[in-house]
């Protein structure tokens, strides 16, 4: 499961881990950033299988709001569960909202997972961006029936002409921060085809689902051939 600032960070974001992405309206040419999220492991062990097939239909109905955390008796926590689509309630931990965490239950509300590379931590759940306090996005992640409230302060923001990001990473404008941010960088070379914020290696960016060259609106012919370069970000992007 693998963070795109329109109220207040996901490849989104987010590669097994996020492309931090808010649920927002935007330039049409801004890509998709949908969060890449990481679920932590599930410290509990699996029950043995009896060898009977179970005949019985599964109720489908949850058994508690993972969002207004109603449901379940005081202490437990309303979550989802490693690939569980249906919530249910599970013993809290200790770890706050925004602080790291290392385990699935080791969160007091909501669920541990890393976005985009930025370190495993406790995250709400929510469905619009009321749910969340202070004017965090309510980012869709990908591969999940769920969203979860943006962390703020968790990115690094950089400058798209320097590439000044370390460790395997690119820097990429994203909708829900208001400067560029530091991601894992993607694999789609330029004309590619690509899908999230970061799809892209590094120097490039994705723009109408495919990788174009950062380049300097301010330089004479950064391009080349006089291809357009477009503003974008705190840079911008070779049209061609």
Known sequence: MTLAR???LLRALAAGALLLTAACG??????DDTAQDTLAD????????DGTEDTTEADTTPACNPILQTGCEDGQNCTFSGT????????????????ECSAQNACELGVCMSLNDTGFRCYKFCQTIAHCA???QCLTLS??????CEIGDLYTNCDMLLQDCEGGKGCYPVASEPQPVCLPAGSATTGEAC????????GNVCVNQRCKRVCDPNENDPCGNFTPCSVYGNAGYCDE
């Not at 591969?143 to 979860?148: A, G, L, R």
């Open 6 to 8: 329109s109220a207040s």
């Open 26 to 31: 935007g330039d049409d040419n801004a890509a």
């Open 42 to 49: 599930d410290t509990g062990e699996a029950d043995a299988a």
């Open 84 to 99: 569980d689509k249906t919530p249910s309630c599970v013993q809290g931990g200790s770890v706050a909202y925004g602080e």
């Open 134 to 136: 202070d004017d965090a």
């Open 143 to 148: 591969d999940t029936v769920y969203k979860v």
């Open 195 to 202: 899908s999230d914020a970061a799809g892209c290696i590094a």
